[in-house]
T-cell receptor
């Protein structure tokens, strides 16, 4: 089983729709979780961190389910500009040198259609 | 704003050439990383460094080496480029356990 798994999509949704992505992780000791956004031919950029209590930033809501070992990203009222690939990021363990190994999912592609 | 820059956006090299990819960050971050990104495989860690002159192998270090002589600069070296090293190379930096900031990437084509 991969450390971090995402449905690659693409998710094709109309403008204004609500869409949700999940990301499952295998290591129950995972500590920190993030969602990154990557536009075509650009670098990934942090979208939001995922806290145990869940967090919201405008139209975006991120949640963590430790019991089932997944994180989710909900996008409400989708805009054309939301079209991108969304990467989930998990820090599963602490390296012996104090570094926390970071694992990226392969991403879920979202295409918002006019 | 954190700024991570990479020496080239696009690079074309021939098989067997030695290739240097440079990454510079301006925020005094201890941790720096080199990834490659390929379709369907996502981001894979090649090497990382958590201090000057310190380096650790990531998941796919074969065929690569790195150098970190100064805190702000982390170089990736392909000793003898091969066609299977054609990829998008992304550098990132991070302060301790906070989020990673990526450079714009270098698209390398090895012919």
């Amino acid at each position: 089983r991969k450390e971090v798994e995402q449905d690659p999509g693409p998710f094709n949704v109309p403008e204004g729709a609500t869409v949700a992505f999940n990301c499952t992780y295998s290591n129950s000791a995972s500590q920190s979780f993030f969602w990154y956004r990557q536009d075509c031919r650009k670098e990934p950029k942090l979208l939001m961190s995922v806290y145990s209590s869940g967090n919201e930033d405008g139209r975006f809501t991120a949640q963590l389910n430790r019991a089932s070992q997944y994180i989710s990203l909900l996008i409400r009222d989708s805009k054309l500009s939301d079209s991108a690939t969304y990467l989930c990021v998990v820090t599963p363990e602490t390296h012996s040198g104090g570094y926390q190994k970071v694992t990226f999912g392969t991403g879920t592609k979202l295409q918002v259609i006019p | 704003d954190v700024k991570v820059t990479q020496s080239s956006r696009y690079l074309v090299k021939r098989t067997g050439e030695k290739v240097f990819l440079e990454c510079v960050q301006d925020m005094d971050h201890e941790n720096m990383f080199w990834y490659r990104q390929d379709p369907g495989l996502g981001l894979r860690l090649i090497y990382f460094s958590y201090d000057v002159k310190m380096k650790e192998k990531g998941d796919i270090p074969e065929g690569y080496s790195v150098s970190r002589e100064k805190k702000e600069r982390f170089s990736l070296i392909l000793e003898s480029a091969s066609t299977n090293q054609t990829s998008m190379y992304l550098c990132a930096s991070r302060y301790r356990e906070e989020t990673q900031y990526f450079g714009p990437g270098t698209r390398l084509l090895v012919l």
